[in-house]
Antibody, heavy 119, light 107 residues
């Protein structure tokens, strides 16, 4: 059974760094790509970036150099780290598995990690 | 970035009815369009990709079509469990982008 689960802080202080872990089961990170998508409260979805199955990464330029994605295949975990948080970074952060093909189509999602940026 | 304009923003329909949700791409995305369903407090669920390919396990009352850069999601014979917000997403080009969502309410 394919599962993804995000764990991270509920509250992050303004200008600080957000770290979220996505732990997956039922599939291998060396076979499937994993994406990060966020959703501000009551709003739409925004693609943040991806961890490719070969170990490379890709980022939405909207996040400039604030965002970093990494993984530990031995623990089946993908990590999101974003610095210089602002209040508009308050959102639910999802990790999602991409289907084999085509690119960027996500067939399994975690329940999401809700993060509030507080001043 | 490719802009995805989704309409309507909300709609209300009755059980058994058929509804259509539309998504307009700002440029040609060559049928690389996915639809997701999201229920309150839940994560999105993939319904359709490549404009009309139904994801495994999704009921056949959901269907997708296209006409140029306009894409449509049709839901036939509405069921109570179809009440949700629906998002389109282009998966043609980096970065993948989503429509603003359509909230479907059942009367």
């Amino acid at each position: 059974q394919v599962q993804l689960k995000e764990t991270g802080p509920d509250l992050v202080q303004l200008t600080q760094t957000l770290s979220i872990t996505c732990t997956v089961s039922g599939f291998s990170l060396t076979t499937y790509n994993v994406h990060w998508v966020r959703q501000p409260p009551g709003k739409g979805l925004e693609w943040m970036g991806a961890m490719w199955n070969g170990g490379g990464t890709d980022y939405n330029s909207a996040f400039k150099s604030r965002l970093s994605i990494s993984r530990d295949t031995s623990k089946s975990q993908v990590f999101l780290k974003m610095n210089s948080l602002q209040t508009d970074d308050t959102a639910k952060y999802f990790c999602a598995r991409q289907i084999a093909a085509p690119l960027y189509v996500m067939d399994a999602w975690g329940q999401g990690a809700s993060v509030t940026v507080s001043s | 970035d490719i802009q995805m304009t989704q309409s309507p923003a909300s709609l209300s329909a009755s059980l058994g009815e058929t509804v259509t949700i539309e998504c307009l791409a700002s440029e040609d995305i060559y049928s690389n369009l996915a639809w997701y369903q999201q229920k309150p407090g839940k994560s999105p669920q993939l319904l359709i990709y490549d404009a009309s390919s139904l994801q495994d396990g999704v009921p056949s009352r959901f269907s997708g079509s296209e006409s140029g850069t306009q894409y449509s999601l049709e839901i036939n014979s509405l069921q109570s469990e179809d009440a949700a917000t629906y998002f389109c997403q282009q998966h043609h080009d980096y970065p993948p982008t989503f429509g603003g969502g359509t909230k479907l309410e059942l009367k």
